[in-house]
């Protein structure tokens, strides 16, 4: 297990060290994720509807595109020069390389949430400081799940045609249980109403997480291998 | 004989099966529509249910197939699994895209709106879009190998989604129509209507298996007609 653990980090090390020399891809995603905050903005009739009505559903849809943007960077990053052959050919075995990928995926949408987070507090007036431990709790869960399948259909995607508008084909119907239940916990955040309210979607969330991150590593290995 | 002519003699075999299928369609209707009784509340409107829900049988059926197909596929790596849960996804999204056209025609009269976010309602959009991605990828691979592994670990997981999203909509409240056949207890259709759906039910199943088989024959007859080509251009 420690030996699985240590060859996953080695993997997720060599592509967090990629993406911090080069930090395209981040600052891409960050640019990306203010436009579409500030975007977002001008999409309510603002006489109408409140920012807070709307504030959970644009939060999600905001992280929702941000991963998928920083997913297809995953096995994208390993078709130049066959780059996968050689992780293959190491002895890193299959699961390390996938916990890697996810891994360094986690890392990735996780800084672009943790920056995205405040500008949304800033922009849509929403206190998020009185509610930021289960918040917190909430969007590590989601992004678990999201990325743990967003990871296995990256390294399928990059393999067809159109592989940028395959991911999200593929990927979309699968974020439906999280991303409904972390909007749905997210409001009931917002609007202050009880934790307990909310058990069903959080045992939802949860259950998501321990079904597809044990079906994703079981799978993996069939859409890499040779 | 040439190396196609035994898949194209199964293929031709084939055509009775869809005609008697399709005959005994009709016999199913004109049966709901003349020897079955009105509903009182829903009036004609309710006929459609006689379509609506054996193709909702078939279409989850298929999916059910498509499941399957790929969890046996991934260990024995037949190619011809593929092939199967490749037809049983095209047959199944006709009558998952029956059952969404059907849905609405009956929901305007009766609920007073063409689509709203129900539980079964979002289910079946949802199973729809999966057979859709699953069949956009089979046609953005294009080595067999590969593409017949991807399918079946998006078919696999396809399978595990649905209960997921089952979940997540019945968690918003639900106002489709509570089954009436399948749930705990006796039916609570009346007899007359319970045959018509019952044969509603087979005829379906009859008429989804020869479609499948006769889509399956011919995915086979072109397997066989490429082959033979490239054997032709070899010699």
Known sequence: MGELLRVAWAVAAKDLRLEFRSRTAFVSALVFTALVLAIFNFARDPTAVSAVDLAPGILWITFTFAGMLGLNRAFGLERENRALDGLLLSPASRTALYLGKVLANLVFVGAVEAIALPLFALFFNVPILPVLGPLVLVIALATVGFVAV????????????????????????????????????????????????????????????????????????????? | MTPTEPAERALRRTVPWIAVALALVAVVYVRALVCTPVEAVQGPAQKIFYIHVPSAWVAFLAFGIVGVTSVVYLFIKDPRLDLFAACAAEVGMVFTTAVLVTGPIWGKPIWGTWWTW????????????????????????SEPGQRARYSAVLGILGALLVPFIHVSVYLFRTMHPLPVVLRPGRPTLPGAMLVTLLLGFAVFTFLFVALLRYRYLLARLADVRTQAEAERADA
């Open chain 2, 118 to 141: 129900d539980a079964r309602l979002t289910l079946t959009l949802f199973l729809w879009f999966v057979i859709m991605a699953y069949l956009v990828l089979r046609g953005a691979v």
């Open chain 1, 150 to 226: 967003g990871t296995l259909m990256s390294s399928m995607a990059v393999n067809t045609r159109l592989a940028e508008l395959m991911l999200p084909v593929l990927l979309l119907p699968f974020l439906v249980p999280p991303v409904t239940a972390a909007v749905q916990i997210t409001a009931h955040l917002f609007s202050s109403r009880p934790f307990s309210e909310v058990s069903g979607w959080l045992r939802l969330l949860v259950g998501y997480d321990v079904i597809f991150v044990a079906a994703c590593i079981l799978f993996f290995e069939s859409t890499i291998e040779e």
